[in-house]
């Protein structure tokens, strides 16, 4: 049906009827501690089920894509679990297995799962569009950090720095410039560049966007409207 490649997700159209479907898990998130299983053909040696828990939340380490939250576990996941479903103690499809962190190509007992909601997100918009359409600012971005700060002169404190801006592009057109840093969106306050890029990606292009900066010492709120973004055209 299509794809997304900035989450690494396909959506397919299955044959045949009366098929046998997985029960999804609901809004709310796997806590740290929760026992999971992790389906899949490791290594082609056939279907395999192993277990341990949740060991974390919201991974962003891997820079495999653009949009990246993982549930990160221990149950081992191996080369042919990814596209397999990481299910909880009662069944339902929580995670998506995805990645492995490995030295020697087995597991070490850490391995990514997307989340089923961010799943679940681009599956409907794939079958509704056709591609997931996300909001986009036209600047690029970086997290700011004390040598940072000192090497360019300003106050070291938290936001996202802007470090370029695409002429006329939404930012531009919104007054922001290289060196403003981003300390809130929508009065929201920002602290991480993957934070921000995913409040933006989730603004339907054509909606005003809010942004508190601080330029010359100054606190300014300057308003954007969103743009669309298109893979590999960046933040």
Same mark, same amino acid.
């Given at each position: 049906v299509g794809i997304d490649p900035e989450t690494d997700i396909a959506v397919l159209q299955a044959a !045949?009827? #009366?098929?046998?479907i997985a029960r999804l898990g609901g809004s709310e998130e796997p806590r740290v501690g929760d026992v /999971? =299983? &992790?389906? !899949?053909?490791?290594? *082609?040696? $056939? +279907?395999? /089920?192993? =277990? !341990?828990?949740? @060991? &974390?939340? !919201?991974? @962003?380490?891997? $820079? /495999?894509t653009d949009f990246e939250t993982y549930i990160q576990t221990d149950a081992a996941i191996n080369l042919g679990n990814s596209g397999g479903a990481l299910i909880n103690a009662v069944g339902e499809v929580v995670g998506i297995s995805t990645a492995m962190y490995? +030295? @020697?190509?087995?597991?070490? *007992?850490? $391995?990514? &799962?997307?989340?089923? +909601?961010? &799943? #679940?997100?681009? =599956?409907?918009?794939i079958i509704q569009n056709g591609?997931?359409?996300?909001?986009?600012l036209g600047v690029s971005m970086q997290d700011l950090t004390p040598a940072l700060a000192e090497s360019l002169d300003i106050e070291f404190g938290e936001g996202i720095l802007i470090s370029g801006v695409l002429a006329d592009g939404p930012g531009d057109r919104a007054g922001l410039s290289p060196g403003d840093l981003i300390v809130q969106i929508d009065r929201k306050p920002v602290t991480a560049t993957r934070q921000m890029l995913q409040l933006i990606a989730r603004k339907a292009p054509g909606t005003p966007l809010s942004l508190t900066i601080r330029r010359d010492g100054e606190e300014l709120v300057q308003v954007a409207l969103v743009g669309e973004r298109h893979a590999l055209t960046g933040d």
């Open positions: !045949g009827s #009366k098929l046998p /999971v =299983m &992790a389906i !899949g053909n490791p290594f *082609g040696v $056939g +279907q395999t /089920v192993t =277990m !341990g828990i949740v @060991s &974390a939340t !919201g991974r @962003s380490v891997l $820079g /495999v490995t +030295q @020697s190509g087995g597991s070490l *007992g850490i $391995g990514f &799962a997307i989340p089923v +909601q961010l &799943a #679940k997100e681009v =599956m409907t918009q591609r997931v359409i996300r909001g986009w």
